[in-house]
């Protein structure tokens, strides 16, 4: 809670609200409102001309029996029900580690068909076009990470880039993937007189992407799944914003892979079985 009651500006604490009334707590509170006051002036602040940045004067005096009285209940309520976060830099990460989740399973089962391509191959298609919308969502959700970053956006700024390493693999990540894809969805859309020569280059580019990607998978997988946990396993006081439609982004996405794969899934029939050898 920031202790600010129901009233813009106005904070309260110690023997003003519901709690233990002890020093420790009442100096605590203190404290603690200090750096929600300081916040408070820095973003949303009073509008200038406003009755509180008048001067101090006879007529702006507040009467001792109005000050010394507590604030109403509704305010009191309102100040200890946290206000809702802006999406911002925490629902980014919260939409990009949920899309990376459900690609990981995706791309598990896709790997499983090329095992046993031939009988598999109409699977493979269809989940290599269930792949692209989350793909296209997770590009969009890094890219957009890296922008507000780079824009100088605070909240991003303050959590920071990824490490090194894992920052000059991101555009080899986004390539690959894309060649991956592409390739794949030229490989069913073009004529079969094109497809030797495509096949060549979608196990090729398979074979880079498969290496970066498990580096990328390693590095992440352990925040990704904590961090995707939050939009989906609630925990009582999480007031951040945005779920719903972080969700809604995953499941339509999801929605139009589906509708893709099974528009595109009767081309299989056209592969010659040499192809998956």
Known sequence: ATLETGCA????????????????????????AARHIDAWLRTAGPAAGSPSQSPAGPGNLVPMEERTQPPPWSS???????SPRRPGADGNARLTASVGMVLLVLLAIE??????IRPLLPW????????????????????????RYYLVDQEYVRRGPPIFLLRAMGPLVVAS??????????????????????????????????????VHVLAHI???????ARDWLRRAGDR?????????????????GLLLGALLLPTSAGFPLGLGG
């Open 124 to 147: 493979h298609i269809f989940v290599g076009m269930l792949l692209v919308p989350p793909v296209l969502l997770k590009i969009g959700s890094t890219s957009w990470r890296i922008v």
């Open 177 to 214: 993937t894309v060649a991956v894809i592409g390739t794949g969805l030229t490989l069913v859309l073009v004529a079969a007189s094109w497809r030797p020569e495509l096949l060549f280059w979608h196990k090729a580019s398979f074979v880079l992407w498969f290496g970066i990607m498990a």
């Open 76 to 82: 009191v309520a309102a100040m200890r029900r946290p």
């Open 9 to 32: 500006g106005v904070f309260a604490g110690g023997d003003m609200v519901p709690s233990d009334r002890t020093v420790t707590v009442g100096v605590g509170h203190g404290k603690k």
């Open 111 to 116: 790997g499983l068909t090329i095992l046993a």
């Open 240 to 256: 951040a914003l945005g779920i719903g439609a972080r969700r809604a982004a995953l499941v339509v996405s999801l929605v139009v």
């Open 222 to 228: 352990s925040e990704a799944v904590q961090v995707s």
